[in-house]
């Protein structure tokens, strides 16, 4: 297997993400597509260290491991703030979010 | 003493300060300070004199010969031993480059008939005062002849009225600030005297200007003293704008210094241009008439006898009105040269002097006043010394100023001490038959009296008599004439002044008596002086002459001419029958009575005189009362329309150009602009603002997108 | 070789087009479950990389937990049930442009780098060999000896986020 195949499955995930992030106006749609991102990097992760030897491969694990960890929490604390927005604004439209506007 | 002769007028100068801080608590109050002052201030005049007569005659002058300009012919030779001198002159270089010149011809000068004698030169010590544009302003003094003469008149003078004063004055109001003004005033007739600048000179001018002016009205209170006091002032500065711009001309005719005797040399050799010459001595000229009350300024003089008879003395007899006589003597090159007086004929000079001398003496025949006659006189004999000048008669003049002092003096010291024992001054009321009460007085009048109208052997005759040799021999023969009608005419009002004081009956109210020594005394000694000082330069002695004798007079090459009997005889004769016509008219009592009454012509000649020539009513009612009401008005009218107008039209033009400047440029473009920018800037801001939507998602879209196309950036071109 | 180029292709494929199903889907809730899909397909791709451990993590807390959290999250903030007018924003034009800009750009930078280079094969190793390599044990090893304090650091973010998020959300 060509490792590009995963890289570049990793960067079309990636950019899926990104155009989700941009493009969608649900708050909680916009944390789904940040999760597609992280996924993403973390196939970059193992890819890239299983090509490179058995240290490599494990690194490349362990770090994909914090990448997950990290996602789970900045799920959380990202849904808590659209409850609070909800709460506040009876609504997770993005688009009406716009209190900082000029 | 010569090189220190600075030491005389320092004197009074500071007894003045003395006598002003201190006088008043001294028990003579003040007086001490003054005769003290001016009595040592006489014996070093007196060691001046001395010292000059020993100087050694050393300086050979040759005449200049004044036909041609700008070729200086004169040599001379150093003086050896001496060398006082700490300031050279000018003229030293010029005399070393003119030896050379001179040196190929015989040495004659071709003016000169003398040979030229060797002189005593003058002593001179100059500092610089300051220099501005390269133009040294000195001050110092400068010793000769005629200055050590003077010094030594006028220090007796002022001694002799200091001490009159102290009797004279006594009990007065003013006592102690008389005295200080006495001393003021003595220093600044010393200071003319010694100075050696021009510059200087004025100085003491001025100073006695003032003088004058505080001690004619020393009894203010009454007005007219106090109007007597600012006539003097104001008729004297009237001259003195002539005499300041004849200053200045001379200053830079003579190559930028006031140095006299460097002004004296300029208009000797021909350096300076005719009509500046012309111009500058006319000006010098008419501040000589203000001050020694020659036509038409006269008018001062007599009014100024509202001051206390010393000051008339002092100041109107013997110093102050023989300023401007003093000014035109050591100037002499000047206006020697300037009104071509060697030519003979007629000159202004002696024209002025010749006027004053008539008029004076006719009007002196109508005074009831005593001390008016006297003032009258004087104005009659600074005629005489004016005229003098005017035709040559250098040293005559000088004679005669010296001889008139001390004779003029003492005929207003005795009419003070007849006021004093009549308390008036009024001959006609209150006089007459006096010389029974008052013997001394009587017989030192008398002397000064003959002394005055030119009776051998005193003093005057041989002053006067030199006066009209001068004329007659330098081609005068007109002023000539007009000396000897003078001299009648002084004979003649002079014996009706004492026929009036002292013979007759006593027409006052009073018990007279003759004064007390410290009155008496002075007039003793000037009596003394009035018989002796004529031989002074009388034939064969010929001291005065010898004294005075300077470097300007051989310079310019003026004649000398010894005593000769026959003009003598001839102006004897003249004053015996002037003396024996009044003697038949007032003692014989052949004075004929009512002529006014009877004649039209003499009533009108008698108002002419009594009202003085009406010369008063043209002065302050044509002249003053012209300028102070139309001239006034109309110079009151263009400053108002004219000037007033001018400046605050420039006012209102300048507030409305403002005001135009502020609309259109300051409010529209200036603050247009400022505006305008920050509009700009807000619209600006606006548009920028809509970038700013407050959408994550948007901003994030720009980061992405930025990065993208940077990142593609970088992979394409790196 | 083949087994695994294929099952790759498969995997890929789904992944990609259940992502692309999660971007443009207008019912959050079937996002949410496509979300599932990829997560799954991801996983199973750690699989193939060797990586069991990180697969399992992935199907344990993603999914497990991660996209629970997400429907509960759903849930508690829909006003109403159903489709609502367009999930997609005003931007989602220039939001394709950039996506497909960065794709391009990657892919390119990606084949310029790795070009050909082949993953190690690992079929020749036993089973014992291969775990003792990169198999638990020493992802385990690695975490608490080498990687012990980015660990402890992550713990200890876990924590804040906790507490984070109970704070942010509770009602007072």
Not at chain 1, 39 to 49: C, E, K, S, T, Y
Not at chain 2, 281 to 309: E, N, R, Y
Not at chain 2, 324 to 334: E, K, N, T
Not at chain 2, 701 to 717: D, H, K, P, S, Y
Request: proline letters at 3%.
């Amino acid at each position: 297997m060509l490792v590009n195949q995963f890289l570049i499955l990793g960067a079309v995930l990636f950019c899926i993400g990104v155009y989700g992030v941009l493009a969608r106006r649900n708050g909680v749609l916009v944390l789904m597509s940040i999760e597609l991102i992280l996924n993403a990097v973390n196939i970059n992760l193992i890819a890239l260290g299983a090509l490179q030897g058995p240290e490599a491969a494990v690194t490349g694990q362990v770090f994909s491991l914090f990448v997950i960890t990290i996602a789970a929490a900045e799920v959380g604390v990202g849904l808590a703030i659209v409850l609070l927005i909800y709460r506040n604004r009876t609504t997770v439209d993005l688009d009406e979010v716009d209190l900082m506007k000029g | 003493m010569l090189e220190n002769i600075w030491v005389v007028p320092g004197l009074t100068f500071a007894s003045f300060w003395l006598i002003l801080f201190f006088g008043k608590r001294l028990p003579k109050g003040g007086a001490e300070i003054g005769i003290a002052a001016v009595g040592l201030a006489f014996v070093l005049s007196s060691v001046a004199v001395v010292e000059w007569n020993d100087r050694p005659a050393t300086e050979e002058v040759e005449a200049v010969s004044t036909g041609e300009h700008g070729e200086a012919e004169a040599h001379g030779s150093e003086p050896d031993a001496h060398e006082e001198a700490e300031d050279e002159h000018s003229f030293g270089e010029v005399r070393a480059l003119a030896v050379d010149l001179a040196a190929a011809e015989a040495g004659e000068g071709e003016a000169g008939e003398h040979e030229a004698e060797p002189i005593r030169s003058a002593v001179e010590r100059n500092l610089t005062w300051f220099s501005f544009g390269g133009v040294d302003i000195t001050v110092g003094t400068a010793v000769d002849g005629l200055t050590v003469i003077l010094l030594f008149t006028v220090t007796l003078i002022s001694l002799l009225v200091h001490v009159f004063s102290t009797n004279y004055m006594h009990g007065d109001v003013r006592f102690t600030y008389f005295f200080a003004a006495l001393s003021l005033f003595t220093t600044g007739m010393l200071l003319l005297v010694v100075s050696s600048s021009l510059l200087q000179a004025l100085f003491g001018w001025e100073l006695m200007g003032l003088c004058s002016f505080m001690l004619i009205g020393h009894w203010w209170e009454k007005k007219p003293n106090s109007d007597a006091a600012m006539k003097a002032f104001l008729t004297t500065r009237t001259g003195d704008i002539g005499l300041l711009v004849g200053l200045v001309i001379m200053f830079f005719a003579a190559g930028q210094t006031f140095d006299i005797a460097a002004v004296n040399e300029a208009a000797l050799t021909g350096a300076m241009g005719e009509t500046v010459l012309l111009v500058g001595a006319s000006a010098l000229f008419v501040g000589v008439i203000g001050k020694s009350a020659q036509f038409p300024l006269h008018t001062w003089l007599p009014d100024a006898m509202a001051g206390p008879t010393p000051v008339s003395a002092l100041i109107h007899a013997a110093t102050m009105v023989v300023a401007g006589v003093y000014l035109v003597a050591r100037l002499y090159g000047v206006f020697w040269t300037a009104f071509d007086i060697e030519a003979g004929g007629v000159n202004p000079i002696a024209v002025i002097g010749g006027i004053t001398v008539l008029i004076a003496a006719a009007l002196a025949f109508v005074q009831t006043d005593i001390k008016k006659v006297l003032a009258y006189s004087t104005v009659s004999q600074l005629g005489y010394m004016v005229m003098a000048l005017g035709v040559g008669a250098w040293t005559a003049a000088i004679f005669h100023l010296f001889t008139h002092a001390f004779f003029k003096g003492l005929l207003f010291l005795g009419a003070g001490s007849v006021s004093h024992a009549v308390h008036s001054f009024e001959m006609r009321d209150d006089m007459g038959g006096l010389r029974k009460f008052m013997p001394t007085t009587f017989v030192t009048f008398m002397i000064g009296s003959l002394a005055l109208a030119g009776v051998f052997p005193l003093a005057g005759f041989w002053s006067k008599d030199e006066i009209l040799l001068g004329a007659a021999e330098n081609g005068y023969r007109l002023f000539e004439v007009v000396g000897l009608i003078g001299a009648f005419m002084t004979a003649a009002y002079m014996t009706r002044c004492v026929y009036l004081t002292f013979f007759g009956s006593y027409r006052g109210h009073g018990h007279p008596h003759e004064s007390p020594p410290p009155i008496t005394v002075p007039l003793i000694i000037l009596a003394v002086f009035s018989v002796g000082a004529g031989l002074l330069n009388a034939p064969g002695f010929e001291k005065f002459f010898e004294l005075t004798e300077n470097r300007v007079f051989l310079l310019a090459g003026i004649e000398h001419h010894s005593f000769e009997i026959v003009p003598a005889v001839v102006s004897s004769v003249v004053v015996l029958a002037a003396l024996a016509l009044g003697g038949l008219l007032f003692f014989a009592g052949r004075l004929p009575r009512g002529v006014t009454a009877r004649s039209r012509a003499a009533r009108a000649g008698y108002r002419l005189l009594a009202n003085k020539y009406y010369l008063d009513h043209l002065y302050t009612g044509v002249v003053v009362g012209s300028i102070k009401g139309p001239i006034a008005r109309a110079a009151y009218w263009a400053n108002q329309k004219v000037i007033d107008g001018v400046v605050n039209g420039v006012g209102v033009a300048s507030t409305r150009a403002g005001l135009w400047v502020y609309r259109h440029i300051d409010q529209r473009v200036v603050d247009g602009a400022v505006n305008g920018a920050g509009f700009g800037a807000e619209g600006f801001g606006g548009i920028l603002r809509t970038i700013q939507t407050g959408r994550v998602q948007q901003y994030g879209a720009l980061l992405f997108g930025a990065t993208a196309v940077l990142a593609l950036g970088l992979v394409i071109f790196v | 070789m083949l087994a695994q180029n294929l099952s790759f292709a498969v995997l890929a494929t789904v992944a990609t087009v259940a992502a692309l199903r999660v971007v443009s889907t207008r019912n959050v809730v079937h996002a949410a479950l496509y979300l599932v899909v990829v997560l799954a397909s991801v996983g199973a791709l750690y699989v193939l990389l060797a990586a069991e451990f990180v697969a399992a993590v992935q199907i344990l807390i993603y999914i497990g937990a991660i996209v629970v959290l997400f429907l509960f999250g759903i849930m508690l903030t829909r006003p109403t049930i159903g489709s609502e007018h367009g999930l997609d924003n005003d931007q989602r034009w220039m939001a394709g442009v950039t996506g497909l800009l960065l794709l391009g750009l990657l892919s390119f930078v990606l084949v310029d780098g790795f070009g050909d280079r082949q993953l190690p094969r690992l079929d020749g190793m036993s089973r014992e060999a291969l775990t003792a390599e990169r198999g638990t044990a020493a992802v385990a090893d690695s975490i608490f000896s080498t990687y012990l304090v980015p660990f402890e650091a992550v713990s200890i973010l876990l924590l804040a986020a906790l507490v984070g998020a109970i704070v942010l959300a509770r009602r007072d």
